[in-house]
């Protein structure tokens, strides 16, 4: 039995002794990780925090356990028995009851477990507990919102930390209270004999008075609760508005008042139990204080509801309807729209100089159809991939340009399974290569898109150059490499033969010597790294390599945008653009905008993120938001002002997605500031719906480049239109700028409510339809072909609005989309021409003739008839290209020019019959 207990412990301290290493390792690798990326202050920040949190909530765990339990074990004598009947009679007892339980506490292992529970408690709390450092670090660096709740009169930032951190330390001590006092029950339960079932339970014995203390004390804390619980109702989602209403100030906050009085009764109460040994009277308060709770808490309110508010609900809740729509504007920076009119007279000059950016930049491709392009033509192996295609300006040539990029990654779980080996997914194939970038706008041969830059190595045809096109940090690089190690790195394709690369960063993590190497093969969990005769001491591993996960490891407490985005600065280096927001569920009367509750968000930090080197920078983007002024005191030296990112970048900072829909989604409902529409519901917008391939979803929001009511020149805007929720019509559209010193600013631009301007489904409808425009689309779906419908533009021009969709076509046995269509709609107009340029000529008349481009299938084309051709290899080769021709017109469901080109191979093979014949 001996060598048993002994071989036990040995096991127990040998599996400690490699958590601790683990731990200990781990903590080390993070380390190495921040000190390369030069944020070493903030890893020692955030593990500052996080041990000293856990310490303290561990040592008060610790501390209350051991009281409690070592008085538990004092007292646990044998089971407690009277000494006389209820007449007064003395009982002897022949022989002492024994108690196991006893025997052990009171034993040496007794101490010793004793001290276990005490430890496994603490540790269960603290492991619980410690994560929430940042709410510690918000309250001690707390900043004013500088606007004040309308029902308690605080400063709206006392509930984004105070309350926040209140909340924290009564649930922590709640939860200590409550395990301690199921631990001591238990015991106290174990020791008990069977008079504690069958006898006289009331009986006052110590461990009833043990727990009794502990029971006055949890109701003490109680009140505490619930006086937090009465700030709580600002936060109400159960009434009319999100938010306090009339049932909530005139029932549940007097329901919450009174049981914070009634708590401190039965404390006492309880407490009182201590001294005068009356059980019933602890029985009788908690029954008190349970129906109090139901009668206050839930069946006053319900007929307050239902008998006051009901019959007269407007003038009741008017009050508080005002307020969250007050309140609701200010948590989503809505209260800083500026709205305009925007009356429609369709007196357009579409080619009027002023018009010719907003033109030149409608956007003709889709993300959806181009990814699938670019893969196609510009993936070139197996193991790159386009991840996402990201929309952005530049200027190009001198001209205000809006572009499509996507940057070629690599991922090498796509490398043949052959290929798949350590060394090439962990030392050579390391990081992926350029970006495509087309016009969004531009059309090639055969439907394709105009490419600026193209190939590997890349190639250009304007301005816009790349000159570090490698890419080891993006979206797909979800693995560490190693770099500077004897195997050169692969770094692009050239023909049939490679170019080798060797890696000149220096933000990854040395391997140095063989403790480090064999340290980072355990964090790692890869023992190839500690083998490997290819690493060196000067190898480095690169680690975090996917951005988001990347900025996330440095700043676990902010939210971030869905669509990190590639940028070309001036130099021609890769960058990666991320957004940061901050947010809460803390904002009073504010609606929620996600199930988890959070009712406030600020798009308050931008990200950026070398896509060579990984080295990243965060700044500020409102300075404002109270949110990230505290993480300014919590991590000083982290965050920069917006103006001191360099101008290559901060020229592409876009207002992110994500926050703008959220915007135009509160928008819909909270444009009604008059509390007796809003109540009524009469004039609720909504975002309409447009069809996408073949499917009917809602307008997401998109960039575009226009010229503002009112502006004199053309700016980068991200906008989206609504309609009434009960018509299609359009009533509306907001906008995002985003260039300069406009950068944020919200307009919402109304139209005139006696005119019916189309909206994008009504537009839709219309396209469905239109005859031709239904019998052309009918003829390609039936001819071995799928027609993708892109996304419908609605876009302002002067005082007009202009629709424009492209139209897509695949082959169903290919995976290729060829931009053949663009629509284009204005006023009670609508065509469909091969070009946009065609499509307006259509719509407005004739422009400046050199402004018309040739359509993908008007590039000119053999023709035999300018030059008859003699040989019969001439001869041959133009029937083909007849022939081709003809099946691809098939294919598009272009009867006439298929009969075209058949007309035209049937005069060939005669020509070629006669050419033979002689």
């Known amino acids: 039995m001996g060598r048993s207990n002994a071989s036990t412990i040995r096991l127990i301290v040998f599996l400690a002794t490699i958590g601790v290493i683990s731990i200990i390792a781990n903590l080390y690798g993070e380390w190495l990780w921040f000190d390369s990326v030069n944020f070493k202050n903030v890893f020692t920040t955030i593990l500052l925090n996080k041990v000293g949190l856990y310490v303290v909530i561990f040592s008060i765990s610790l501390l209350l356990f051991y009281i409690n339990l070592k008085v538990t074990r004092r007292h646990l004598g044998s089971p407690e028995r009277p000494d006389e009947t209820d007449e007064g009679r003395e009982i002897i007892y022949l022989e002492t009851e024994k108690s196991p339980l006893k025997e052990l506490m009171q034993s040496k292992a007794g101490k010793w477990l004793l001290i276990g529970v005490s430890i496994v408690g603490a540790l269960l709390v603290s492991s619980i507990a410690a994560d929430n450092w940042i709410i510690v670090q918000q309250f001690i660096n707390r900043m004013p919102v500088g606007s004040s709740d309308p029902i308690f009169n605080k400063d709206i930032g006392y509930y984004f930390f105070n309350l926040t951190f209140y909340k924290f330390i009564y649930n922590t001590l709640m939860m200590i209270l409550v395990l301690i006092t199921i631990v001591v ?20 014995t110590f461990g009833k008075v043990h727990i009794a203390v502990l029971l006055a004390v949890i109701f003490g804390l109680k009140a505490w609760g619930y006086k937090l619980a009465t700030y709580g109702v600002l936060f109400s989602p159960e009434g009319l508005v999100y938010g306090a209403t009339y049932t909530d100030i005139f029932a549940k906050l007097i329901a919450y008042k009174a049981l914070i009085v009634v708590s401190l009764i039965v404390a006492v109460a309880i407490l009182a139990n201590v001294f005068v040994r009356r059980l019933k009277w602890i029985v009788f308060s908690i029954g008190a204080w349970v129906v109090i709770a139901v009668v206050l808490g839930g069946i006053y309110p319900s007929l307050m509801q239902k008998f006051i508010v009901q019959p007269n609900e407007f003038n009741k809740e008017r009050p508080y309807i005002e307020n969250a729509i007050k309140y609701t504007r200010q948590a989503y920076a809505l209260d800083q729209v500026k709205f305009q009119k925007f009356d429609v007279d369709y007196n357009l000059d579409i080619y009027d100089d002023s018009n010719k950016p907003t033109v030149d930049n409608i956007r003709l491709w889709d993300w959806q159809p181009i990814r699938t392009t670019y893969k196609n033509l510009q993936q070139l192996r197996s193991y790159y991939v386009f991840n996402d295609v990201d929309i952005d ?14 940057p070629r990654e690599i991922d090498a779980e796509e490398l043949p399974a052959q290929s798949q080996t350590w060394i090439n997914q962990k030392l050579m194939y390391t990081h992926g290569y350029g970006v495509v970038v087309s016009p969004v706008n531009e059309v090639a041969e055969e439907g394709f898109p105009q490419f600026f830059i193209k190939d590997i190595p890349p190639r250009f045809t304007t301005d816009l150059k790349v000159e570090r096109p490698e890419i080891y940090f993006g979206q797909r690089a979800n693995s560490y490499v190693i770099v500077n190690t ?3 790195e692969f770094d692009y394709p050239m023909g049939a033969e490679n170019v080798y690369t060797t890696y000149e960063g220096k933000d990854g993590i040395k391997v140095n010597s063989l403790g480090r190497r064999l340290l980072l093969g355990w964090v790692l969990k890869d023992y190839k790294l500690v083998l490997s005769t290819e690493v060196k001491n000067d190898s480095q591993i690169l680690m975090n390599r996917n951005i988001v996960d990347r900025v996330r490891k440095v700043a676990p407490y902010l939210g971030f945008d869905s669509d990190p985005y590639i940028v070309i600065n001036k130099g021609g280096r890769l960058y990666w653009m991320l957004d940061a927001y901050t947010v809460t569920n803390k904002y009073p009367y504010s609606e929620p905008f996600d199930r988890m509750g959070n009712n406030y968000l600020r798009n308050s930090v931008k990200i950026t993120c070398d896509a060579y080197s990984g080295e990243m920078h965060f700044y500020v983007a409102d300075n404002t938001d109270p949110i990230i002024q505290t993480y300014e005191k919590i991590f000083p030296g982290l965050y920069k002002p917006l103006s001191a990112m360099p101008e290559g970048l901060r020229e592409h900072v876009r207002y ?8 135009a989604n509160m928008y819909q409902t909270f444009h009604m500031s008059d509390p007796y529409v809003f109540y009524n519901k009469e004039d609720p917008w909504i975002i309409p719906n447009e069809i996408v391939d073949d499917k009917s979803e809602k307008v997401a929001p998109y960039y575009i480049i226009m010229r503002l009511p009112g502006e004199e020149k053309a700016e980068y805007i991200q906008m989206l239109p609504f309609t009434p929720k009960s018509r299609q019509n359009m009533n509306g559209w907001m906008c995002a700028r985003m260039d300069g010193d406009n950068y944020g600013k919200l307009f919402v631009y109304n139209f005139s409510k ?20 239904a019998q052309q689309l009918s003829l390609w779906d039936q001819r071995g072909s799928r027609v993708y419908r892109g996304n419908l533009l609605v876009i302002p021009m002067n005082n007009s609005i202009l629709y424009v969709e492209p139209l897509y076509l695949q082959a169903e046995n290919s995976k290729l989309p060829e931009l053949k269509r663009v629509i284009a709609a204005f006023e009670n107009r609508i065509v469909m021409e091969p070009t946009l340029d065609r499509a307006l000529v259509k719509l407005f008349g004739d422009g400046p003739e050199a402004d018309i481009k040739p359509g993908p299938e008007e590039i000119e084309q053999p023709d035999s008839t300018t030059e008859p051709s003699n040989t019969i290899e001439e001869l041959a080769q133009l029937a083909r290209e007849h022939y081709d021709r003809a099946q691809s017109l098939l294919q598009q469901g272009d009867w006439a020019g298929y009969g075209e080109n058949i007309n035209k191979l049937n005069d060939v093979i005669k020509r070629l019959e006669e050419t033979l014949a002689e």
């Open 185 to 204: 029950a238990t015991i106290y339960l174990l020791n008990a004999s069977s008079n504690l079932l069958f006898g006289d339970w009331r009986q006052f």
């Open 393 to 406: 300006r530049y200027t190009i040539d001198g001209k205000y340009r809006q572009v499509m990029l996507s």
């Open 486 to 488: 004897e195997q050169k």
């Open 656 to 663: 992110p997605t994500d926050m703008f829909a959220v915007q």
């Open 754 to 773: 006696q005119e019916t301007i189309y909206g994008p489904e009504q537009i839709e409808s219309r396209i469905n339809q239109n005859t031709d425009i």
